[in-house]
């Protein structure tokens, strides 16, 4: 028997999460909003039973088993907490915190309460992203000698909107630059130097960030984020044998190839997911906790934890702070 889910605020991304788990046929049992008239609204577009007018409530429903967060960025913990707190699993959108001090909160609470607390970075539970990881742990490619990815969007740079502002988490690095920087981890863990630019814009929110890191084998990494301008959004992953160039978009279900130094093409990988493809990390949600289990291989706890940590020193070589950190 599955998990009943709830799903805490109403946003595009709960939109998003909602049809993949109806795409799914996973139990969607309520949502939760901070106004009535918006929970019954997404809870009729989505047949869910139950709409709750506020956030309590849903923390309190006692048919509910695991809630998805999918407030802003500064939220996250604060509504996470109150999931935990009830006694229910919390699914919690990317990036997982604003900083690694609220991060390492969640991670000791849920322990303290035999709960599972995961972040929401989808990509990795991708069909597309398994395989590459196969590949990867079966030597294909070699040594990994380097690794560039971006996420690069034109979104707005309309001061009052979320991604503007500091208040909100704004800033291309919270909600584009973890998708290549956890990508990163996944692939080369943890950096043992980060190098960090990044241009400002008027609000102060970082409008593009561009790192460079080292790790332990002596690989290097770069990546790109950038709210103002669409690029390839592309990632490659070069080893001394081989290499995978993943295509556009590359932290969707997509496809990639495989290649050989003299160009010849080892693998062609074809996506072929229904759905946005958010599923997949629900799913993974339920078997974690079906077999007792905590935390899965694709994203332990503790590397979210570490990855905000990474996120936190970014933005100090930035200069990028937002309001009520110390």
């Known amino acids: 028997m599955g998990l009943r889910w709830g799903i805490l605020a109403t946003g595009g991304i709960a939109h998003a999460f909602a049809s993949d788990l109806r795409t799914a046929g996973l139990d969607l049992v309520a949502v939760g909003s901070r106004s009535q008239?918006?929970?019954?609204?997404?809870?009729?577009?989505?047949d869910i039973p139950?709409?709750?007018g506020s956030y309590d409530d849903l923390a309190a429903d006692p048919d509910v088993d695991i809630i998805y967060v999918s407030t802003p960025h500064p939220m996250h913990a604060e509504n996470a907490r109150l999931a935990l707190e009830g006694g229910k699993h919390a699914l919690v959108e990317k990036s997982f915190t604003v900083n690694r001090a609220e991060a390492?909160?969640?991670?000791?609470?849920?322990?303290?309460r035999g709960l599972l607390v995961m972040e929401a970075?989808?990509?990795?539970?991708?069909?597309?992203?398994?395989?590459v990881r196969e590949i990867i742990d079966a030597g294909t490619l070699g040594e990994i000698r380097t690794l560039f990815a971006d996420h690069t969007q034109q979104i707005t740079s309309d001061p009052s909107h979320r991604l503007n502002a500091l208040a909100l988490g704004g800033g291309a690095l919270l909600d584009l630059g973890i998708y290549p920087i956890s990508f990163?981890?996944?692939?080369?863990g943890a950096p043992t130097s980060v190098q960090a630019s990044a241009r400002l814009s008027d609000t102060g929110a970082d409008a593009e960030v561009a790192t460079v890191m080292t790790h332990a084998s002596g690989a290097l990494s770069t990546t790109i984020s950038s709210s103002r301008g669409a690029g390839p959004n592309t990632a490659h992953v070069v080893g001394a044998e081989a290499r995978i160039d993943i295509d556009r978009v590359w932290y969707t279900p997509?496809?990639?190839?495989?290649?050989a130094p003299d160009g010849t093409v080892l693998e062609r990988y074809e996506s072929h997911v229904e759905g946005r493809g958010m599923q997949y990390q629900a799913l993974a949600a339920e078997r974690f906790v079906a077999e007792g289990r905590l935390e899965g291989r694709e994203l332990p706890i503790a590397e979210s934890v570490a990855i905000m940590g990474t996120l936190d020193e970014i933005r100090r070589q930035i200069g990028v702070a937002y309001p009520?950190?110390?």
Request: glycine share 4%.
């Open 50 to 52: 139950r709409a709750h």
């Open 184 to 188: 990163v981890w996944d692939i080369l």
């Open 324 to 326: 009520g950190e110390n």
């Open 121 to 131: 970075m989808w990509t990795r539970y991708l069909p597309h992203m398994v395989r």
């Open 104 to 112: 390492e909160g969640l991670r000791d609470l849920a322990a303290s």
């Open 254 to 259: 997509t496809s990639f190839a495989v290649t």
């Open 37 to 46: 008239a918006s929970a019954d609204a997404f809870a009729a577009e989505f």
